[in-house]
C-alpha cells in the first residue's frame, strides 16, 4: 500500500508564495497605484536608469500667406536614478510547517509581501518629497498649519485652466485639523466616488490620503506633503504619468534547506527603482506641525 508523505517542500513552493506576494503587493500599498509600474527594465544590463522629460514646444504661432514658418528645438531634461534590491528573509522549523498554530506558511507570505511592498512605498513617497531635485514644483506654507487656504494655495502652483483631478497625502497628525475644517468633504458624504485606497475626503477636487509615511522637515518643523495630478491635460503635457516605478525583476522568492537543524530558510526580493517621472504633475507643499507635537 503506498504511503502519502507530506514533505516541507509540498507546503513550501517558491513558485506559488511569488504570485501570491505579487498579487497582494498592490492592496497593501497606496502610494504605487498611482504610479506607473515600468516592466522595460526586465532582462536589460545595467543597474542605473535615465529619465528623460521633454520641455513644451510653446504655442503655435500666425504665419502669413507664403512665409514660411520658423522651427523650434525640441529639448528635454533628464536625472538618472539607481536600481535597488530589497530583500527580506524568514526561517520556518519543520515542527512549526507542520503543526505550527495557524498557518505559519501563509503568514509567512503574507509578511514577506507586507514588508517588499511597504519598502516600494516608502521609496515613492521618498521621490515624491525630494526638495532638491530638479524642476519640482513646491508650495511653502510653513508659516501656517494645513488648512483649506493652504491646500487651495499649494494647488495653484499647477496652475492649471482646469481643477483637474488630484491626490494629496497627509500626516495622520494632521487628519484632525482638516476634518474640523468647514470645507473639508468627508468621504462618507460621497462613499460611492471613493477611488483610491485610503482615501478619507476631499478638498477643492483634490482627495486626501493619509500615510504615515509623510516625511517630517525636522529643520523648519513642518510636515512635506506631495500633491499629484491624477489626470493628463492633454494639450500641454505627455502621458507620462507623475510617479514610475522601474521593475528589473519582480518579486522573486527562494528557498535554502537546513538539514542538520530541519528548518527551511525563505527569501524574497524585488529589483526596480522608483522616480518621479513628470515633474508637472507633482507640487510639494510644506505646512507647519501643530505646536503641541
Given at each position: 500500500?503506498?504511503?502519502?508523505?507530506?514533505?516541507?517542500?509540498?507546503?513550501?513552493?517558491?513558485?506559488?508564495?511569488?504570485?501570491?506576494?505579487?498579487a497582494?503587493?498592490?492592496?497593501?500599498?497606496?502610494?504605487?497605484?498611482?504610479?506607473?509600474?515600468?516592466?522595460?527594465?526586465?532582462?536589460?544590463?545595467g543597474?542605473?536608469?535615465?529619465?528623460?522629460?521633454?520641455?513644451?514646444?510653446?504655442?503655435?504661432?500666425?504665419?502669413?500667406?507664403?512665409?514660411?514658418?520658423?522651427?523650434?528645438k525640441?529639448?528635454?531634461?533628464?536625472?538618472?536614478?539607481?536600481?535597488?534590491?530589497?530583500?527580506?528573509?524568514?526561517?520556518l522549523?519543520?515542527?512549526?510547517?507542520?503543526?505550527?498554530?495557524?498557518?505559519?506558511?501563509?503568514?509567512?507570505?503574507?509578511?514577506?509581501?507586507?514588508?517588499?511592498?511597504?519598502?516600494?512605498?516608502?521609496d515613492?513617497?521618498?521621490?515624491?518629497?525630494?526638495?532638491?531635485?530638479?524642476g519640482?514644483?513646491k508650495?511653502?506654507?510653513?508659516a501656517?498649519?494645513?488648512?483649506?487656504?493652504?491646500?487651495?494655495?499649494?494647488?495653484d502652483?499647477?496652475?492649471?485652466?482646469?481643477?483637474?483631478?488630484?491626490?494629496?497625502?497627509?500626516?495622520?497628525k494632521?487628519?484632525?485639523?482638516?476634518?474640523?475644517?468647514?470645507?473639508?468633504?468627508?468621504a462618507?458624504?460621497?462613499?460611492?466616488?471613493?477611488?483610491?485606497?485610503?482615501?478619507?475626503?476631499?478638498?477643492?477636487?483634490?482627495?486626501?490620503?493619509?500615510?504615515?509615511?509623510?516625511?517630517?522637515?525636522?529643520?523648519?518643523?513642518?510636515?512635506?506633503?506631495?500633491?499629484?495630478k491624477?489626470e493628463?491635460?492633454?494639450?500641454?503635457?505627455?502621458?507620462?504619468?507623475?510617479?514610475?516605478?522601474?521593475?528589473?525583476?519582480?518579486?522573486?522568492?527562494e528557498?535554502?534547506?537546513?538539514t542538520?537543524?530541519?528548518?527551511?530558510?525563505?527569501?524574497?526580493?524585488?529589483?526596480?527603482?522608483?522616480?518621479v517621472?513628470?515633474?508637472?504633475?507633482?507640487?510639494?507643499?510644506?505646512?507647519?506641525k501643530?505646536?503641541?507635537?
Amino acid at each position: 500500500m503506498a504511503r502519502n508523505i507530506t514533505k516541507i517542500a509540498d507546503l513550501i513552493d517558491p513558485e506559488v508564495m511569488a504570485d501570491m506576494i505579487s498579487a497582494k503587493l498592490p492592496n497593501k500599498i497606496r502610494v504605487t497605484p498611482f504610479a506607473k509600474v515600468d516592466t522595460t527594465l526586465e532582462g536589460a544590463e545595467g543597474d542605473t536608469i535615465t529619465v528623460p522629460s521633454f520641455n513644451y514646444i510653446g504655442d503655435a504661432e500666425d504665419v502669413a500667406e507664403g512665409v514660411e514658418c520658423g522651427t523650434t528645438k525640441l529639448t528635454a531634461g533628464s536625472k538618472k536614478t539607481k536600481v535597488k534590491k530589497a530583500m527580506k528573509a524568514v526561517e520556518l522549523t519543520d515542527e512549526a510547517v507542520l503543526s505550527g498554530h495557524g498557518d505559519p506558511v501563509g503568514e509567512a507570505t503574507n509578511q514577506l509581501g507586507l514588508s517588499i511592498a511597504s519598502k516600494v512605498e516608502n521609496d515613492c513617497i521618498d521621490a515624491l518629497s525630494d526638495e532638491d531635485a530638479d524642476g519640482r514644483l513646491k508650495y511653502d506654507g510653513s508659516a501656517a498649519e494645513i488648512s483649506y487656504e493652504g491646500i487651495v494655495d499649494a494647488l495653484d502652483v499647477f496652475e492649471e485652466e482646469v481643477n483637474g483631478e488630484k491626490a494629496m497625502f497627509v500626516h495622520p497628525k494632521q487628519v484632525t485639523t482638516l476634518r474640523k475644517d468647514p470645507d473639508f468633504i468627508s468621504a462618507d458624504k460621497y462613499n460611492q466616488q471613493v477611488i483610491l485606497r485610503g482615501e478619507i475626503g476631499m478638498i477643492a477636487n483634490t482627495r486626501i490620503v493619509p500615510s504615515r509615511r509623510v516625511k517630517e522637515d525636522s529643520t523648519t518643523n513642518c510636515y512635506l506633503n506631495p500633491i499629484i495630478k491624477l489626470e493628463t491635460d492633454e494639450e500641454t503635457e505627455d502621458e507620462a504619468s507623475a510617479l514610475t516605478i522601474y521593475i528589473k525583476r519582480d518579486v522573486n522568492v527562494e528557498t535554502e534547506r537546513d538539514t542538520l537543524a530541519r528548518k527551511t530558510l525563505i527569501s524574497v526580493d524585488e529589483i526596480y527603482a522608483t522616480a518621479v517621472s513628470n515633474d508637472s504633475k507633482v507640487v510639494l507643499a510644506k505646512f507647519l506641525k501643530k505646536k503641541t507635537e
